[in-house]
């Protein structure tokens, strides 16, 4: 909380007629503003925005500087940013701008923070302009003047990228050559990345939703000086700015598309789609390919002719972890299928089955809807739907009909289904063996989770029973590996194995017992067939005990571990909640948070028998999948129509 009367004081001292006093102040004030929002409000309320905007007239004294830095500490609090602006501080701090002031390049630097802090709506970037600002911040990036100039050139690139936020103030950038000098910064020798990704990005900025500054780029020879930044290697920062730079170009603008394809950019793009690259990379490059291909047919065969194209994006749509990514990528694909010539490609590259296993991957409404329209836009040609058929699309086609889409992906499945010439009868017969599909797995589901109730109580009677002739139950908390003699004899007589003499009397621990092979239980220790069942079973829980940890050869399975490793081998929520309650019952705890392998094997046959009831629930799934397939193959034969595909503006 603020010290109202500290603030207070400050306050009144910085009234003061001596400078080293204001200076000291100043520098007090910047300090309380960076340590928290409350002291930068208590300033704001107690009047010391406008000493501190009044201090920066005079830029020949010290405390000129400290006074900016206060201001730009500040400026990150909203209602001090709201204050600092109508106090009137952008036309003091533009008036510092100006050449004749030759201001130290660490002074600029606090003035072009302080005015990138306040240019964050469209009030501020619009009183920048109206102050002249933008011509003077233009003149910056030629600034040279000591060893801090590069500093001072990317403060002023990126408060010209905040600026054009506003639409007057691209125009006004544009009117004083702004973006002439930009292009020229990027082939400014010695000009380092960090840099020249900030002027990329405020070129990209500018270009955005611009028509005339996207002409203005291309005709100021722009294109070829940003494709040229997809080659250089690292493939970083800049690199994923100037493809992002080149999309912003590309944006419903085809001078520009064609300018960036007879730049070379398409097969300098797809070589960003390699698995080397950085996602962040990849993402940028595969946009741009998107609206790079949207409705102009040239880009699309530059996109095929380069060898690696289609390939790169099926790979994508199949490996990558990054559901942006997956999404357009095939919407690229997308786009290529509303060609004709291009469907042989796509469909030799294995998108078609890519493009189908996106329909029921749980991907996003858009993800769908892009891989139902591109499949529609295939099925126009008979080997296309073919292909679609035998790649399994039908069912999940089906699928999503039930799934209560959006509008657009219900449209889109609709096409691909009449495409496809599926019937009404035929879409009638699948939906109910869907729903019958659905019903029955329910009521199997309910009967494995009842059955393994039944099978935990009875668990638990049993290891009630057993624990009730012993005369103690075995609780010892150490690894198996290093249960004592009589220890792992004990364990043995839990899980029924009675007569312990065999181990007893050849020292067996539980070490020993883990390495112990067929031959030697039943020819060595002289076990029956069923006793030597029995210690295998203690073996493979062992096995499957340390598995589910994490570190294994632990003492004890912790609740997170044991729900990990079932989530990891595709359990879902309801199985999960089931074997975890299994285990309370079976061992009559409340709750359950670690497991020690003496209770792990108490409930280990129980497990097994409840995962394998949980595996029988899932078999119907696949009744109704068979069934619509089997009555595709035996349809009559599809004449090759070829109807009107979907809108031909892109995916």
Not at 100 to 105: A, D, F, Y
Not at 147 to 155: P, R, S, Y
Request: net charge negative; glycine share 6%.
């Amino acid at each position: 909380m603020a010290d109202e009367q500290v603030v207070k004081q400050l306050v009144e001292r910085l009234s003061s007629e001596d400078a080293a006093v204001q200076e000291s102040t100043a520098e007090q004030m910047k300090d309380l503003a960076q340590s928290s929002v409350e002291y930068c409000i208590a300033l704001g309320q107690h009047g010391a925005i406008e000493p501190l905007i009044g201090l920066l007239d005079d830029t020949s004294k010290p405390v000129t500087m400290m006074a900016a830095q206060a201001l730009g500490c500040m400026v990150a609090c909203e209602p001090c940013c709201t204050q600092i602006r109508e106090a009137g501080a952008v036309g003091s701090l533009v008036a510092l701008l100006q050449p004749s002031q030759e201001l130290p390049s660490d002074l600029l630097k606090a003035v072009l923070t302080l005015l990138l802090g306040l240019a964050h709506n469209q009030a501020s970037c619009d009183a920048v302009q109206q102050a002249n600002g933008i011509p003077r911040i233009i003149k910056l990036l030629e600034y040279a003047a000591d060893d801090q100039a590069a500093e001072v050139q990317q403060e002023a690139a990126l408060l010209l990228g905040r600026l054009s936020l506003s639409e007057a103030c691209k125009g006004a950038i544009r009117g004083h050559f702004g973006i002439v000098t930009l292009l020229k910064m990027l082939d400014r020798p010695g000009l380092d990345r960090s840099s020249k990704e900030v002027v990329v990005r405020t070129l990209s900025i500018l270009a955005v939703d611009n028509e005339v500054n996207q002409d203005h780029i291309r005709e100021q020879y722009g294109i070829p000086v940003l494709v040229k930044l997809l080659e250089a290697m690292p493939f970083d920062g800049l690199t994923a700015a100037a493809a992002d730079a080149l999309r912003a170009l590309a944006m419903s603008n085809e001078a520009n598309k064609t300018a960036i394809r007879e730049a070379w950019a398409v097969p300098l793009l797809v070589k960003l789609l390699g698995s080397e690259v950085e996602m962040s990379v990849i993402e940028k490059a595969v946009d741009c390919l998107r609206i790079l291909t949207t409705g102009n047919e040239a880009n699309k065969v530059a996109l095929l002719t380069s060898a690696s194209g289609l390939p790169c994006l099926v790979r994508l749509m199949e490996n990558c972890p990054d559901q942006l990514v997956i999404e357009r990528a095939a919407a690229v694909v997308g786009n290529l299928s509303t060609t004709d010539q291009f469907f042989s490609a796509i469909r030799e590259a294995g998108a078609i089955q890519r493009l189908v296993r996106l329909l029921d991957s749980g991907s996003t409404n858009r993800t769908t809807e892009i891989a139902a329209k591109t499949l529609a836009n295939l099925a126009s040609e008979s080997s296309n739907r073919k292909g679609i058929q035998l790649a399994g699309g039908v069912p999940p086609l089906m699928r999503l009909l039930m799934d209560k889409p959006s509008e657009q992906v219900m449209i889109a499945v609709d096409e691909a289904l009449r495409r496809l010439e599926i019937s009404a009868p035929e879409r009638n017969a699948t939906l109910e063996a869907f729903r019958y599909a659905d019903a029955r797995n329910a009521a199997v589901l309910a009967g494995a989770v009842q059955a393994a109730q039944q099978e935990a109580v009875q668990a638990a009677q049993e290891a009630d029973s057993a624990r009730s002739q012993q005369a103690a139950p075995l609780l010892t908390t150490k690894p198996f590996t290093r249960y004592s003699v009589a220890e792992t004899v004990q364990l043995l007589s839990e899980i029924g194995l009675r007569d312990g003499g065999p181990f007893e009397s050849n020292g067996i621990t539980g070490g020993d017992l883990l390495d112990l092979e067929e031959e030697e239980l039943k020819e060595d220790l002289h076990l029956s067939n069923l006793q030597a069942k029995k210690v295998r079973r203690v073996q493979s829980a062992f096995e499957l005990f340390n598995r589910m940890m994490q570190t294994p050869g632990k003492s004890e399975l912790t609740l997170t571990e044991l729900r990990n490793f079932l989530s990891s081998s595709g359990r879902g929520e309801g199985d999960i909640a089931a074997i975890v309650n299994g285990f309370k019952q079976g061992l009559q705890k409340q709750t359950v948070a670690t497991l020690n392998f003496a209770e792990f094997i108490q409930c280990y046959q129980w497990l097994l028998k409840t995962l394998h009831l949980m595996d029988q629930a899932q078999e119907p799934y696949d009744l109704p999948r068979a069934n619509s397939m089997r009555g595709l193959s035996t349809s009559s034969s599809i004449s090759d129509v070829s109807p009107q595909k979907l809108p031909q503006n892109g995916i």
